[in-house]
């Protein structure tokens, strides 16, 4: 960890691409809840022609398991020029935004096996809960989550997970077999994770898939539901959890096949796996396995 020196921001730009970008939408809710720090996240190529207005001081995050990736690259040496702090959250000791950011923290994941990354997107998440509860020790905030003993549970609960192989690969028969394209929906954080999930089902099996906030497919995507799309639904919040039940109603009415996994205590009969209730900041941890090894199986 090399934070020696950190000032306390006060607002966080999360610069990040593809599954990183995604860890960093589910990290901005980590930053605002514990930390009470504003926190954007940004498209890093979007983020190289349009920047937005930057307020007063702020600390720009790259999230990449690589430390390499050109976008984030580019955006990084526009913001030292600009003489804003930097902060790399990678994987890869030595790469360049490694070397170059003004500070640190390695997300400790070993090394990558496959493009379509799955274990770097949850050691993301972990380290930004640890730079978020940080953040928040310095202020002298109290956390809302005691975090060391949150993720000690749910290292073991993910790894009970991993082990429910033969449930993914059921799953991915049934809904996938054959299938074109197909829809994940969720809301509020479950919306961040369904776009990580809709993004490695397609970058590894070539199945067009669509992640979508649940409460957005009835403004114009619905219509692309037709008889036997298959619909992955992710309920993990009390909040939304009826509301999310009635879109996945509401597709189901048109035709659509879908493959409910929610969090238990908000399970119904006849959903097709039910999680074990985590800290409901960290969920993101849990809820993302099941996405990942249907992918993997499909
Ligand atoms: C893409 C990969 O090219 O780069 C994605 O296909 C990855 O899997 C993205 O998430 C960003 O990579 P990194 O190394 O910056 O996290």
Not at 68 to 96: C, F, H, M, W
Not at 249 to 271: F, K, M, P, W, Y
Request: charged residues 20%; neutral net charge.
């Amino acid at each position: 960890i090399h934070l020696v020196g950190l000032d306390i921001p006060k607002r966080v730009y999360i610069v990040a691409c593809g599954t990183s970008y995604h860890a960093g939408l589910v990290s901005k809710r980590l930053l605002e809840q514990i930390a009470h720090i504003p926190t954007e996240v940004h498209i890093a190529s979007e983020f190289l022609y349009d920047q937005p207005l930057i307020g007063d001081k702020p600390l720009f995050i790259f999230i990449s398991q690589s430390g390499e990736t050109a976008d984030s690259r580019g955006v990084l040496d526009k913001i030292k020029k600009q003489g804003y702090p930097t902060l790399a959250v990678t994987n890869v000791q030595g790469s360049t935004l490694y070397r170059e950011a003004d500070f640190k923290l390695l997300t400790h994941a070993g090394p990558e096996i496959a493009v379509a990354s799955t274990k770097a997107y949850t050691a993301q998440i972990a380290v930004m809960a640890l730079l978020a509860i940080h953040l928040a020790n310095v202020q002298g905030l109290q956390s809302p989550v005691d975090m060391f003993r949150e993720l000690r549970t749910i290292s073991t609960a993910m790894e009970a997970l991993i082990e429910k192989k033969a449930l993914a690969r059921q799953i991915a028969h049934e809904y996938l077999t054959g299938k074109h394209s197909c829809f994940f929906i969720g809301r509020l954080q479950d919306y961040a994770v369904c776009l990580e999930g809709a993004l490695k089902l397609k970058e590894i099996s070539y199945i067009q898939a669509e992640g979508y906030a649940g409460g957005e497919l009835k403004h114009g995507p619905i219509a692309l539901i037709e008889e036997g799309t298959p619909v992955f639904v992710l309920i993990t919040d009390s909040r939304i959890a009826k509301n999310i039940r009635s879109n996945a109603e509401e597709v189901r009415s048109r035709g659509a096949n879908t493959c409910i996994i929610a969090v238990e205590g908000l399970d119904h009969q006849g959903d097709a796996w039910v999680l074990p209730r985590v800290h409901p900041l960290l969920t993101p941890l849990v809820s993302v396995i099941p996405f990942q090894l249907i992918a993997y199986y499909a």
